[in-house]
């Protein structure tokens, strides 16, 4: 840790505390409801890629004490019956939302929120479950993190060095951001070309089932059975904003009639836009397909009087989100203060990587 890094860590702990003190003394509003994302719980040091894992065992279960014991956790049921015109949510109501279907949603993340008695919906991207297919994310910083040290590698965007962790780390984020920029076909593509080159001996095209798979079909009826709620992610957990409308029909109502049919379930309400990608477009795409509640990736707390039913926000909980940090993003007058310092973090970072020189590579 650099000696920025440690002024950071130390200027955010403190911060932190003080917001969270203050969070703790407000009682909130009815129908000002939070909603948490997570996606990975994992062991300290796990190798997975960057923004997917939420947090670690011991640190999800310190979070889920803290929503029972000081919050009231909601079900996602609770939820879509109020976008029905249900009564209005009690103060400080939380729902907890899973994205993905990692396997440890089941081994780790299910068992404690049961323990808590807190209830918990999990998206589910369908074409996934037993597939051996993994994402696309995980796809790329397994290349990175396997390669061999190259000073000077010839990537699709451009030459970069992969001569440390540090190298492979900064090739992953630029490599992502050209993933998220291109439609959904050349995106993969993109991964694609990537595995080739940097893993010639593995022509699985990322169905190696590789740590990090995602929960088959058993154990998703296992969880739903158990009282776990399932709702819909897409089907291959595509930017819904880089694909075509005959595509974006089926993505949506595929993976609605999949939970219906592999659950036997009644078709969800609910949907989670993968990686957060809407637009118009795309929410009359849900609208028309049955969804009556759809969450995003945007940060903050929704007030359900007079909010979108079909922009819901969601505060990502990521490993640096200790129990103080949770708390003051869950306060009326503190979330909006953290949400505000994160949205204008981001805006630095994407300000940083536009102005770097354009790749001469490929892309």
Same mark, same amino acid.
Request: no cysteine; net charge neutral; proline share 6%.
């Given at each position: 840790?650099?000696?920025?890094?440690?002024?950071?860590?130390?200027?955010?702990?403190?911060?932190?505390?003080?917001?969270?003190?203050?969070?703790?003394?407000?009682?909130?509003?009815?129908?000002?409801?939070?909603?948490?994302?997570?996606?990975?719980?994992?062991?300290?040091?796990?190798?997975?890629?960057?923004?997917?894992?939420?947090?670690?065992?011991?640190?999800?279960?310190?979070?889920?004490?803290?929503?029972?014991?000081?919050?009231?956790?909601?079900?996602?049921?609770?939820?879509?019956?109020?976008?029905?015109?249900?009564?209005?949510?009690?103060?400080?109501?939380?729902?907890?939302?899973?994205?993905?279907?990692?396997?440890?949603?089941?081994?780790?993340?299910?068992?404690?929120?049961?323990?808590?008695?807190?209830?918990?919906?999990?998206?589910?991207?369908?074409?996934?479950?037993?597939?051996?297919?993994?994402?696309?994310?995980?796809?790329?910083?397994?290349?990175?993190?396997?390669?061999?040290?190259?000073?000077?590698?010839?990537?699709?965007?451009? !030459?970069?060095?992969?001569?440390?962790?540090?190298?492979?780390?900064?090739?992953?984020?630029?490599?992502?951001?050209?993933?998220?920029?291109?439609?959904?076909? !050349?995106?993969?593509?993109?991964?694609?070309?990537?595995?080739?080159?940097?893993?010639?001996?593995?022509?699985?095209?990322?169905?190696?089932?590789?740590?990090?798979?995602?929960?088959?079909?058993?154990?998703?009826?296992?969880?739903?059975?158990?009282?776990?709620?399932?709702?819909?992610?897409?089907?291959?957990?595509?930017?819904?904003?880089?694909?075509?409308?005959?595509?974006?029909?089926?993505?949506?109502?595929?993976?609605?009639?999949?939970?219906?049919?592999?659950?036997?379930?009644?078709?969800?309400?609910?949907?989670?836009?993968?990686?957060?990608?809407?637009? !118009?477009?795309?929410?009359? !795409?849900?609208?028309?397909?049955?969804?009556?509640?759809?969450?995003?990736?945007?940060?903050?707390?929704?007030?359900?009087?007079?909010?979108?039913?079909?922009?819901?926000?969601?505060?990502?909980?990521?490993?640096?989100?200790?129990?103080?940090?949770?708390?003051?993003?869950?306060?009326?007058?503190?979330?909006?203060?953290?949400?505000?310092?994160?949205?204008?973090?981001?805006?630095?970072?994407?300000?940083?990587?536009?102005?770097?020189?354009?790749?001469?590579?490929?892309?």
């Amino acid at each position: 840790m650099t000696a920025r890094e440690g002024a950071r860590t130390i200027a955010g702990s403190l911060a932190g505390r003080a917001l969270g003190g203050i969070a703790a003394l407000d009682r909130g509003r009815r129908d000002v409801v939070a909603v948490l994302t997570y996606h990975r719980i994992v062991e300290p040091g796990a190798r997975v890629a960057p923004g997917i894992a939420s947090a670690t065992e011991d640190g999800f279960a310190e979070q889920m004490t803290m929503l029972a014991s000081a919050y009231h956790p909601i079900s996602l049921d609770e939820f879509v019956q109020r976008a029905r015109g249900g009564p209005a949510l009690p103060r400080r109501s939380v729902l907890v939302t899973l994205d993905d279907g990692y396997v440890d949603t089941a081994s780790v993340a299910w068992p404690i929120l049961r323990a808590a008695g807190i209830p918990a919906a999990l998206f589910v991207p369908t074409a996934l479950p037993d597939s051996g297919q993994r994402f696309w994310w995980t796809r790329l910083h397994d290349a990175l993190a396997s390669a061999e040290p190259l000073a000077n590698w010839a990537s699709p965007v451009g !030459a970069l060095p992969l001569r440390d962790e540090g190298d492979r780390l900064a090739a992953y984020r630029r490599l992502r951001e050209r993933v998220k920029d291109l439609q959904h076909d !050349a995106a993969l593509a993109l991964v694609n070309e990537v595995e080739a080159t940097l893993r010639p001996g593995d022509l699985s095209s990322g169905t190696d089932r590789a740590p990090g798979d995602v929960l088959g079909w058993s154990a998703l009826e296992t969880l739903a059975a158990e009282g776990m709620e399932l709702a819909a992610h897409s089907r291959t957990h595509p930017l819904l904003t880089r694909v075509s409308p005959e595509r974006l029909d089926d993505e949506i109502r595929g993976s609605v009639e999949d939970l219906a049919a592999r659950l036997q379930m009644p078709p969800t309400a609910a949907f989670a836009y993968p990686s957060g990608a809407h637009s !118009a477009t795309v929410r009359e !795409a849900v609208a028309r397909n049955g969804i009556e509640v759809a969450f995003t990736t945007d940060r903050g707390l929704n007030d359900l009087g007079r909010g979108d039913w079909l922009a819901i926000r969601r505060i990502n909980v990521g490993m640096r989100t200790d129990r103080r940090w949770l708390r003051a993003q869950l306060g009326r007058r503190t979330g909006p203060l953290v949400t505000t310092v994160a949205e204008r973090r981001e805006q630095r970072r994407s300000a940083a990587r536009t102005s770097e020189p354009a790749p001469a590579g490929r892309g």
